[in-house]
């Protein structure tokens, strides 16, 4: 049981790379912020992504090279290349050429180690992740329980002081990310049982963490994706596999240490109010945006500032479109705009052919996503297609297109998320037959 922990070493420690590299801002806020190592560095982070980089590298570098999907590689890599083109050619903004070239060099040090990266990465990455994500979930808790500020209710983050500051965003996603992948490790694999205790302690931990960030397009995500997962996948067979397994003597005393812990911390806070606390705080929230979306600009009180900033911005669009409508062939240059929309704003800025690119490469990854969520050939790549469902949220309603944090992603996509070449590696590869001498 624990020698099977270490099985392909190597393989898990390039999973730990592309975990810190692509997903490993909680963990980095954490030791940044949370531990004061380095508050608010932007060195510190960039240490953490090129050890990210570095945790990468297999022993082939240079040697052996491993083919990306095209169908998402092509106008991934063409929108990375409309943004550079914008960043020298059209720049009105003046951005910082030093830091949009890091993020880029990053950008291109990552699909260069990608494709370096053996497949056989696949077949060990999940349990790497789930144990990230729960470390990133604990580094959360932490700084919640030692920060004097922190009152129970409020949105639960690491904050950039003590007082205020913090990305509760960043640790709903994690927490998302952990609920998700625990689910698929328990449930759709054959993985060790020390690898199950703890996706099953990283479901409750992540669930919490999404609950106490009080993210709602988050929860939402939450509680679609796990339907999406019990519409396709349950199984009684699956559940009762489970529950053979966790209630063997050893594994039972393990699970009843860790319930009756969890029991006895909820026992220790209000939990069933602050549950109810949250649900109206949610429901009010709701209220507040869709007041605000029907109001817009006009209204006497603004209900809720995001959602004003998204009016804002799709009456800026709707008013080019109509008004101006030859702005929008070559946009209006390298981040002319925050539009807090990144779909409208890769056409505003980047014009016709950014939104060609940028859209193209949703659409593509978004139809992998779907076969991988439908039919589990690598697990991984299942929950790859999960953690795309925030993402493409995020397309619709958070950041600027050419953000790290859509990036990083679409290039994971492009190299891991290849749905008819995982079925054909899936498939047994049929023995010789020899043929019979003829008399």
């Not at 507040?288 to 809720?304: N, P």
């Not at 953690?387 to 990083?408: A, E, K, M």
């Amino acid at each position: 049981m624990f020698k099977s922990l270490f099985e392909g070493f190597q393989y898990k420690r390039m999973a730990l790379g592309i975990a810190l590299f692509s997903m490993g801002y909680p963990i980095i806020f954490f030791l940044r912020d949370g531990l004061k190592l380095a508050p608010q560095s932007s060195v510190f982070t960039a240490v953490c992504l090129v050890l990210g980089l570095l945790l990468m590298i297999p022993s082939t570098i240079f040697r052996k090279y491993y083919s990306l999907n095209q169908k998402i590689a092509v106008p991934v890599l063409g929108w990375i290349g409309i943004c550079i083109f914008y960043l020298f050619i059209i720049n009105p903004g003046g951005s910082s050429l030093p830091r949009e070239l890091i993020n880029y060099a990053m950008s291109f040090a990552f699909c260069f180690l990608l494709i370096s990266t053996p497949n056989e990465v696949k077949d060990h990455a999940l349990p790497v992740f789930i144990l990230f994500i729960f470390l990133g979930n604990l580094g959360l808790f932490y700084s919640l329980l030692t920060n004097p500020f922190y009152v129970v209710g409020a949105r639960a983050s690491i904050y950039f002081d003590d007082e205020y500051g913090g990305n509760p965003h960043v640790f709903a996603r994690n927490g998302f990310f952990g609920v998700i992948g625990s689910a698929i490790l328990l449930f759709l694999t054959k993985e060790n049982i020390l690898y199950k205790l703890l996706a099953l302690v990283n479901f409750f931990a992540s669930l919490v963490t999404v609950i106490l960030t009080q993210s709602r397009s988050t929860l939402l995500a939450v509680l679609l994706s796990l339907g999406a997962l019990i519409f396709f996948h349950f199984k009684l067979s699956n559940l009762k596999r489970i529950t053979s397994t966790l209630f063997k003597p050893r594994n039972f005393i393990i699970m009843l240490i860790v319930v009756y812990y969890v029991i006895y911390k909820i026992s220790r806070m209000d939990f069933i109010n602050l549950l109810i606390g949250i649900s109206e705080t949610f429901f009010q929230k709701f209220l507040d945006i869709f007041e605000t979306s029907v109001q817009g600009a006009d209204a006497d009180e603004v209900a809720d500032y995001s959602a004003l900033q998204r009016v804002i911005s799709f009456n800026t669009f709707k008013n080019t479109l109509f008004y101006n409508p030859i702005s929008l062939i070559l946009g209006n240059g390298y981040r002319a705009i925050y539009m807090d929309f990144p779909i409208l704003e890769s056409m505003y800025n980047y014009g016709l052919a950014g939104i060609y690119f940028f859209g193209k490469s949703v659409i593509e990854i978004v139809k992998e996503c779907y076969k991988s969520i439908r039919s589990v050939i690598s697990p991984f790549s299942t929950f790859l297609g999960f953690v795309f469902i925030p993402i493409t949220v995020s397309v619709f309603s958070q950041g600027q297109p050419n953000d790290t944090t859509f990036i990083y992603p679409f290039l994971l996509m492009a190299r891991f998320m290849n749905f008819e070449k995982d079925v054909a590696e899936s498939k047994p590869v049929p023995k010789a037959q020899t043929l019979a001498p003829v008399a």
